[in-house]
């Protein structure tokens, strides 16, 4: 009975209900939650947890060169037991208060690996009939990819931010990564350096995308010393929250239903082909969207004494 009052709930291991997606909090998080504590118990960290979804996520994708369709559905089963690991390692990281920089580095980076190994595979599965064309679809795809997934990331933090404040919010600043990155060393902190360099410029392109937001945190810095007012953060979470619907589904599970049917249907190519299209458009719409808001909101807080 002692037990069971100390363990934590579901509830508390979600970032917060505005940000989650109905597949993340019906099946997601509660197979996360039973891996969260499966894995405390076991002594296992957060980042140990990511590193095993990244060799789980990349087996899937490699399941994907095959014409097969009971190999596809082995890989999309790793697909969704990878995606499980994923979601469990932000969840024992809030549960056991062990989440770390280096560990948001990685689960970013593992998602980008399982998307690689799964590119690489329809590619080499389409090459005999569409040659060199498969692999120019796929490498333009996969740069409209990296940010739509960016720019869904970085909007939902934005939203917790004024949400939950900075301790609910993995937000980050280019120019306080930047400061960081100078103190440490490349003899010292040589892995933990190298995963920065790449951070750095993963979020340099999400400010790059979002210059009228940039210039409203800037008043905000200046004029309220980064503390944003009560009315602005409820007025922003009203505007904020319709597109968090889009960053859910820039980032996985849609995607991810698409890759599943394009495979049933022995046609990988259309996942390629939704990518550039729907995705992007939900991609434009989104930061036009966020950026006008914010613009408005810039105005407002300058004409705030």
């Not at 979002?210 to 200046?222: A, D, G, H, N, T």
Request: aromatic share 16%; with cysteine; glycine share 6%.
């Amino acid at each position: 009975m002692k037990e069971q009052t100390k363990k934590p709930s579901i509830e508390s291991t979600l970032k917060s209900l505005d940000t989650e997606e109905f597949i993340d909090i019906h099946f997601y998080r509660p197979i996360g939650y039973q891996w969260a504590l499966f894995f405390h118990k076991l002594g296992v960290s957060p980042n140990a947890i990511t590193i095993a979804s990244i060799f789980i996520g990349i087996a899937a994708g490699i399941c994907y060169y095959f014409q097969d369709l009971t190999v596809n559905i082995l890989g999309m089963l790793l697909l969704v037991w990878a995606n499980s690991y994923d979601s469990a390692d932000g969840q024992l990281a809030r549960m056991t208060g062990q989440s770390s920089p280096l560990g948001r580095i990685l689960d970013g980076f593992c998602g980008d690996l399982w998307f690689i190994s799964i590119y690489a595979a329809i590619c080499l599965r389409l090459t005999p009939e569409w040659g060199i064309r498969i692999w120019i679809l796929a490498a333009i795809t996969g740069f409209f990819h990296s940010k739509q997934a960016a720019m869904a990331d970085y909007y939902r933090n934005v939203h917790l931010l004024f949400l939950k404040g900075k301790s609910g919010s993995e937000l980050s600043n280019s120019a306080t990564l930047k400061e960081n990155y100078k103190k440490l060393s490349w003899k010292k902190d040589f892995i933990y350096k190298l995963f920065e360099t790449f951070y750095i410029n993963y979020t340099v392109g999400q400010e790059q995308l979002s210059p009228k937001f940039q210039q409203m945190m800037q008043v905000l810095r200046e004029k309220y010393d980064g503390e944003a007012p009560e009315w602005f953060r409820k007025a922003f979470r009203e505007k904020s929250l319709p597109l968090m619907k889009y960053t859910n589904m820039l980032s996985f599970n849609t995607r991810v239903i698409v890759l599943f049917i394009s495979l049933f249907i022995n046609m990988p190519w259309l996942y390629f082909v939704f990518e550039m299209t729907v995705l992007n458009i939900m991609l434009v719409y989104m930061i036009l969207t966020h950026e006008k808001f914010s613009k408005e909101f810039t105005r407002q807080l300058t004409s705030q004494k």
